[in-house]
């Protein structure tokens, strides 16, 4: 019996101390909507790096995370013309397209921005929403496992989508053919990955993988998140903050 309880003291000790290494960061937004703004870029376009320059320079403004959250979507149809962006995605190809067919348009361009759903035509820092949609609440434990809850303004239970991205920040690449042949190129707010998964009353869990191209020593990752109703293409509301 003595050996048996001891044992047990061994296993909640070690589950203990497993349990307080566990790095847990939380992230919450305010109940005003935080708006999510996107950028559709691509290494292979010369008109790019001025807008990821812009992009780059809201690292340091006081509403990052707090007013609008940016990220950076790289796509892959100017690979054509010589160059491979390492950070280019078809899903983020597909998802410019499908911004372009809910605006009827027929074309997509680069760089694009969108803000919450929606062409943006003059580039400038979003202000701060005066509408109230929700809380929305990630806890990232590990870096890697998101838990998310979404409590509306309004009290309203529907069914929701989660989406959850890593970015990565200071991102050099020297980029050799095409229209940036020859240029060194920084990066931030890029979308390594991407998850979406339903909300079941409010709630939901989803892994995001690790980053998996390497970053500067004294760069730093984060993990965004926002929630649409499903099928739409316009956040209710976004939260993000930057990883431990």
Same mark, same amino acid.
């Given at each position: ?62 509403? !990052?995370? +707090? @007013? *609008? $959250? ?31 067919e809910h605006w009827n348009s027929g074309s997509v361009y680069t760089p694009g921005f969108v803000l919450d759903g929606r ?65 060194? !190129?920084? +990066? @931030? *707010? $890029? ?32 993990v965004v998140a926002w929630v649409t109703e499903p099928g739409q293409t316009e ?10």
């Amino acid at each position: 019996m003595l050996r048996l309880i001891l044992g047990l003291l061994l296993i909640t000790s070690s589950w203990i101390t497993t349990q307080l290494r566990a790095e847990t960061l939380s992230i919450e937004s305010g109940p005003r909507k935080t708006h999510l703004l996107e950028l559709f870029t691509s290494e292979g376009c010369s008109s790019c790096p001025p807008a990821e320059a812009w992009m780059s320079r809201l690292k340091e403004n006081p509403g !990052l995370w +707090h @007013d *609008f $959250v940016p990220i950076a979507f790289h796509v892959d149809y100017w690979d054509r013309l010589g160059w491979r962006d390492p950070f280019a995605s078809k899903a983020w190809t597909a998802r410019q397209y499908e911004y372009s067919e809910h605006w009827n348009s027929g074309s997509v361009y680069t760089p694009g921005f969108v803000l919450d759903g929606r062409e943006m035509q003059n580039r400038s820092v979003p202000s701060a929403a005066v509408e109230t949609t929700g809380t929305l609440k990630i806890s990232v434990i590990d870096g890697e496992k998101v838990a998310a809850s979404f409590q509306p303004a309004n009290g309203e239970t529907k069914t929701l989508e989660l989406h959850v991205a890593r970015l990565g920040f200071g991102l050099n690449v020297h980029v050799k053919a095409g229209e940036n042949s020859g240029r060194k !190129l920084l +990066h @931030d *707010f $890029v979308v390594l990955s991407l998850e979406d998964v339903q909300m079941v009353g409010g709630k939901a869990e989803v892994k995001v993988p690790r980053a998996p191209i390497s970053q500067d020593a004294n760069s730093r990752g984060a993990v965004v998140a926002w929630v649409t109703e499903p099928g739409q293409t316009e956040p209710i509301q976004a939260a993000g903050g930057w990883l431990l």
